[in-house]
């Protein structure tokens, strides 16, 4: 039973992403308002290797429960004994099996997305996980299908319920859509309806509009938010604020976005194989341009990271961006 979902409660997800989604900035989000969190997916077999790496990417704090382990892979039986090392190891709330990345390092494995095409195994990988993590829910997260002539979202929900998986995740987009175009709700509602373990539906989610109309006009028991919260993780905050009071919160100031950058940057630097492998922040370029994205002069600012180097050097380019453009939004 996901004690996070009843009819009262409409819980808003962290969706897991690839070098997005550490420890640090899921604390990020659980703090602007995100209900539940997902860890960035682990590959079952490196988990059984011994991966100590893997181990940190997984790792998360008591504040972020409920919090669920996400794992990928095409072995029946690595599935199930990674899934039971990690929750011996740490006890998340749930585990999460993802047969929904489209990425074609992970498809060539025959795991992912890939697996869409292949409902039997899909369908013995969930049950061998189920049945070696029975102290906790296994959740399944998917895509609507491979493709446009091949959207089997209601024939795999049906499967993961019967071999029991407790509640489905559906990204609305198809594997070779990648993330482009627009989710598709109308599939996302027909799975919810067609089902009776809970559905959190995923895709082009970005305001407050968007939760309201899937929660008034789908059975989604809650929806996952994923790229939109790179750049903006008050979202959360936001949908929350708005859901309450009808009209939309003030967006953070400049500076309170600086601030927040600056201690997301030192939070991750200070982890212990962060300190291992990195002596400066230029591969977290990335990471601070997504947390950028939407500020005044974030052109200027993706050229100026260029040559940053340590976190003295972020500091000093958040305060010249301040200047310049106050403390507004």
């Not at 009808?246 to 212990?272: H, V």
């Not at 977290?284 to 052109?299: C, D, F, Q």
């Amino acid at each position: 039973m996901l004690s996070w979902i009843s009819e009262t409660q409409f819980p808003l997800y962290l969706a897991p992403m690839a070098r997005f989604t550490d420890t640090v900035f899921r604390q990020l989000c659980k703090e602007q308002g995100a209900d539940v969190m997902v860890t960035e997916f682990v590959q079952a077999d490196a988990i059984i290797r011994g991966d100590d790496r893997l181990w940190e990417t997984v790792d998360f704090t008591e504040t972020q429960r409920p919090m669920g382990v996400q794992i990928f892979g095409s072995n029946p039986e690595s599935m199930a004994e990674a899934a039971k090392l990690i929750y011996h190891k740490i006890q998340p709330d749930f585990i999460d099996i993802n047969f929904g990345c489209p990425a074609d390092r992970v498809i060539c494995m025959d795991a992912g997305s890939s697996l869409l095409r292949n409902p039997q195994k899909l369908a013995l990988i969930t049950q061998k996980v189920v049945n070696a993590v029975p102290e906790i829910p296994v959740t399944v997260k998917i895509r609507i299908g491979w493709d446009d002539r091949s959207i089997n979202a209601t024939e795999i929900g049906h499967i993961a319920e019967e071999v029991g998986a407790q509640a489905l995740t559906i990204h609305g987009r198809t594997k070779v859509q990648g993330y482009r175009g627009d989710a598709n709700w109308e599939v996302i509602a027909e799975v919810a309806e067609s089902i009776k373990i809970p559905v959190i539906g995923n895709g082009s989610i970005t305001s407050a509009s968007d939760v309201l109309q899937i929660k008034n006009n789908t059975k989604c028991a809650g929806i996952m938010i994923g790229r939109a919260a790179l750049g903006y993780p008050w979202i959360f905050r936001d949908i929350k604020y708005t859901l309450k009071h009808g009209t939309p919160p003030n967006p953070p100031s400049i500076k309170e976005r600086w601030e927040t950058i600056i201690e997301f940057s030192e939070n991750i630097m200070a982890r212990k194989y962060q300190k291992e492998r990195h002596k400066d922040i230029k591969w977290m370029r990335p990471k601070i341009i997504a947390l950028t994205k939407e500020m005044k002069g974030s052109r200027k600012i993706r050229t100026e990271l260029g040559k940053v180097d340590q976190i003295q050097d972020l500091k000093e380019l958040a305060e010249l961006h301040i200047a310049h453009y106050g403390n507004d939004s």
